[in-house]
Structures are given as C-alpha cells and as structure tokens.
C-alpha cells in the first residue's frame, strides 16, 4: 500500500510549489524507486487539466542522457572528451517549452560517483552549464516555475543513520504533512520569513562568528529569497548572493560536504576578496582541490543562507534536507542565482554547511541577528 502522506505531497507540489494550472506542460521526472510520488504527481497533474510529461530515469533535465541507473557512470568510464562535451539540442528546446518541472530525488546508492574522476564530472558541469543557465534564467523571470523535492529511500535513511521508516517520518514531519492543512501551514512559514527578508533587504555587512570561524562579507543591494516550500521541499531558508569580492576570513564547516558522490570533511576554508587562498579537509581533501582548480568560478561564493527549518534539527548527508536545519548557515561555492543580483558564474553551486547552534552568533550591520542558533529579530 502506498504511504498516504505521499499523495499529501504530491498535492502540495502540484497545488503549492509550482502551482499548476490548465494546459500547461509539466515534467516529473525522477527514479523508478520513486514511482509512488512520480505517479501521485503524475495524476494530480491531470487532474488540474495539464498535460504531464513523464520521464522515469532521473531527475531534472539531464534524464535525456541518463534515463537508466547507472549510465552515467558508464559515461565516465567509457566516454570520451567529445562524448562529455556533447549534449542533444531537443535537451535546449524542452527548457524552453515546458511550463514547470516537478523533479524527485530518489537513490538507492548515493556513492555511485565516487570513484569516478572528478575532472570527467567537472566536465560534465561544464557541458551542461548553457542549459541549467537558461533553466535559471526562465525560472528567475517567472516563466517556469519548477521544484526538487525528494523520495525517502533505503540509501538516503543509511546516509541518515535511520531505519527507513524513522527516515519516512523525519522527511515527512519536515513537509509538514501532519498538519490539518498542509498548504496553509507553508503560507504562513511564508509570510514569517517574508518579515526577515524584508529585513535583511537593507543590510549592509554580515559577520559570522563561531568555532574556528571569523567571516565577513557584503549584501549592500542585493536581494533576498523566501524559501518556503516552492522550490524545495521541504524548505525552510532565506539567502542572498554576497558581493563576489566582499568575503574575508574564514570558515570551518560542521559537517561533511557531499558532491559528486564524494564526502569532504572537516572543510576549513580561508577567503581573501572573495575568493579561497587555502583549503583543506580531513578527508578527501585531493577532490576539493581538484575541484576548486579544474572549476572556473569555484573559489568564489555564490550562496550564503540561513537554514531556518525548527523540525529539522538532524545532519542526514543530504544537502536538499541538511541546509534548512534552523540554526545553521551555508555558503555555497560557484553560481550564484541571478534573482538575487549575483554575478557569480560557474559550472557548480556546491553548499557547505556551518552550524551555529552551541557557540556561534551572526551580526547584521550593528545588530545580533542570531545566536546559539536562534534568529533574535
């Protein structure tokens, strides 16, 4: 039997996040694992008077080239430079002719990757850069509206150090499907975050404070987001872009950073204008490396957020998950987003995570915006 509160998410996806009105062209894309959401989406869709437009493999764009698991890393293996290179040009005209793409997360082994050497995957990036820029581009002028959302599966509750079903009620409790109404809870998480961004619109500096971390950077003019359940899901953070050549100090991150199937811990980076002079980890440190060399864009920050997600308070390897537990930050490495006045260019957007819950604090300006975790605005 298929877990009810599936079908309570696949309607807040389809009534909520991306809103889905008549005739308009959806993609749901995700893994097969992940046929009870992808389906439920799938009917609701219909259901609205749009026209769904299914394609099981993977989720996101990028199911065109790997629609079966484990073919991409056949990719990796066997392709050449040109192999890499290449992407289909109907992969340009589906970014611009669907009107909302509804994409699940769903693995059943989340170290496929790591043996895989990081110059093929930063390659790959590189490749797909012009389409996931548009993808962008067309999401920050509101001509399509799309979410990433994700399926519990064995892999992930492994990742977490949970049973599947402590997974299942984690995930869930995060989506806030427990509520009488679901979608009414996610407006009003809306509505209290909106204070803080129209706060942190007039900000000018942001200077966090925490173990092993002293970090400054600028905000003056740019934008901050409201992320309440539209994009992610679940959600729960407001960020901004910093001003690429603002940020000085550094930064020790709390947890592990996973990209690419690779686990980085114990990340200390060091700033200077804005860009990393000195990184290292405990583990993996070689991958990091590789990628802040091979990867135009990657010493630069392009993300800084506050996770701001209560019910979520449990690192699980998992960024969609990880970077809305309240009281945390992150930074994010590479492309920035452009709806909020970022100019940060790059083939990726790798988040790392720094929790302020015992000991850290952040100033805004000349004001403690939040300390042990807690936001005091």
């Known amino acids: 039997m298929t877990d009810p509160r599936v079908e309570t998410v696949a309607k807040i996806l389809v009534d909520y996040s991306v809103e889905v009105r008549p005739n308009q062209l959806v993609m749901i894309s995700g893994a097969p694992v992940s046929a009870p959401l992808i389906l439920a989406v799938y009917q609701q869709v219909l259901q609205r008077g749009a026209h769904p437009f299914l394609q099981v493999g993977q989720e996101g764009i990028e199911w065109i080239m790997f629609g079966l698991e484990g073919a991409q890393e056949l990719l990796y293996t066997y392709g050449s430079d040109a192999q890499l290179d290449y992407v289909p ?14 994409s699940i997360c769903a693995d059943v082994n989340t170290r496929k990757f790591t043996n895989v050497d990081p110059a093929k995957q930063s390659r790959r990036s590189v490749a797909m850069r012009p389409i996931s820029d548009r ?3 067309r999401a920050a002028k509101k001509e399509l509206r799309w979410t990433l959302t994700m399926y519990p599966t064995q892999a992930f509750a492994q990742d977490a150090e949970m049973s599947l079903r402590e997974f299942e009620d984690f995930i869930y409790k995060g989506c806030l499907v427990h509520e009488p109404d679901p979608i009414n809870a996610w407006k009003r998480i809306s509505e209290e975050q909106q204070h803080l961004v129209d706060w942190l619109n007039k900000a000018r500096q942001i200077h966090i404070v925490g173990p092993d971390t002293d970090l400054k950077l600028e905000v003056t003019g740019r934008k901050w987001q409201n992320c309440d359940g539209h994009v992610n899901f679940p959600d ?8 690429e050549h603002s940020v ?26 804005g860009r990393v002079i000195k ?4 583990k993996n440190e070689d991958f990091l490396l590789k990628m802040l060399e091979t990867v135009e864009g990657a010493r630069y920050v392009g993300e800084f957020a506050f996770g701001t997600n209560p019910r979520i308070q449990r690192f699980t390897k998992n960024i969609l998950v990880d970077e809305k537990i309240g009281g945390t930050i992150h930074l994010a490495l590479g492309a920035g987003y452009p709806e909020t006045g970022s100019k940060s260019e790059s083939a990726i957007h790798w988040d790392m995570l720094c929790d302020l819950r015992d000991g850290g604090e952040v100033r ?3 004001t403690l915006f939040l300390k042990d975790g807690k936001i005091l605005i």
Not at 236 to 243: H, N, Q, S, V, Y
Not at 258 to 272: M, P, S, T
Request: charged content about 25%; hydrophobic content about 35%; some cysteine.
């Open 248 to 273: 000085n100090g550094y930064i020790r991150y709390s947890y592990p950073a996973c990209n690419f199937g690779h686990e980085v811990d114990d990340i200390r980076l060091q700033f200077k204008d």
């Open 89 to 102: 040009p109907f992969m340009k005209d589906i970014t611009e002719q669907i009107d909302a793409s509804i």
């Open 135 to 137: 993808f962008t581009e």
């Open 364 to 366: 805004v300006d000349d």
């Open 279 to 282: 990184a290292t980890a405990s």
């Open 236 to 243: 729960g953070e407001i960020f901004t872009g910093p001003i």
